[in-house]
């Protein structure tokens, strides 16, 4: 289910794109993605095309930050390509630098690319129930997925996942963004692990002591014990794909998980991690 119609959401590229460029009429140079303030000049106010939650005070919700004009270009191309764009998402130091799908179900986009032609390779695909927007209206947990032909973390696609297996890999990437045309969401990592398909890791909308106990799982799973908190409150982005480090079984896969940057949080360069000694292997039936 997508979070606006097309006419909206090409409304919202637009808008977008006039607003980043009237800045930067007014010598504003843009905001990158790493960057982490906001792209109006005030950082007051929150864009005009974004609709707020209903029975929401807007003193109380996190203030959306427009994406870099680059971005926002890279989202119109995809978007005028093929409408089932609903973001971009983005890994510092791999070649995961894409528009991200999303159709009627999952299984749209698992062999097709973006012109929705067949593609042995796919693209990154959204789940088909994830809800897209501002920070404000995006699903408690995003979920991507991607292929990935083998476990070598120089190959293609979602193989690049696996490069965060290498701590010191892990420990100066601590970040990954996804994009959409109203907001440019910044998620913290807090997990890399192999699990297998009965963790039901797949459900964008669990709360309170569900989405705890599901966080507690994703800590307990991860390679690595990272210092990084997650609460109730927290919304996360899942990027999953296969592996074969147990075989061929059809019931594994290698997950990333981060949280969403709290408002004001300040980004550190790197992530302090240490090797978890303990932990939780797939639970295979």
């Not at 059809?250 to 004001?264: I, K, S, Y």
Request: one cysteine or more; charged letters at 25%; glycine letters at 4%.
């Amino acid at each position: 289910m997508k979070h606006t119609h097309l006419f909206s959401r090409m409304t919202a590229f637009m808008m977008a794109l006039v607003m980043l460029l009237s800045f930067a009429a007014c010598g504003d140079n843009g905001t990158s993605p790493d960057a982490s303030s906001q792209a109006s000049s005030s950082g007051s106010e929150i864009p005009a095309f974004i609709n707020p939650l209903p029975d929401v005070d807007l003193n109380t919700i996190a203030k959306p930050e427009l994406p870099s004009a680059e971005i926002l270009e890279k989202l119109n191309t995809a978007y005028n390509q093929n409408n089932d764009v609903v973001g971009w998402l983005r890994l510092p130091n791999t070649e995961i630098d894409n528009e991200v799908l999303q159709g009627a179900d999952n299984n749209v986009y698992l062999r097709s690319d973006i012109t929705k032609g067949y593609n042995w390779y796919g693209c990154y695909y959204a789940d088909y129930e994830c809800l897209f927007g501002d920070r404000n209206s995006i699903s408690k947990d995003i979920i991507i997925y991607g292929h990935s032909m083998n476990d070598d973390p120089n190959s293609t696609k979602f193989s690049q996942l696996k490069k965060y297996l290498d701590p010191e890999f892990a420990k100066n990437n601590p970040y990954f963004y996804l994009s959409t045309p109203e907001d440019n969401l910044v998620y913290k990592i807090f997990s890399v692990m192999y699990t297998d398909t009965n963790l039901a890791y797949i459900h964008p909308n669990l709360k309170g002591n569900e989405f705890m106990k599901l966080v507690t799982e994703l800590k307990d799973r991860s390679q690595f014990d990272f210092d990084v908190d997650v609460n109730s409150s927290d919304k996360l982005l899942t990027l999953s794909t296969c592996t074969y480090i147990y075989g061929n079984r059809e019931d594994q896969r290698f997950v990333l998980v981060g949280r969403l940057l709290r408002p004001g949080e300040e980004m550190e360069p790197t992530v302090k991690l240490e090797k978890n000694a303990d932990v939780k292997p797939p639970q295979f039936k």
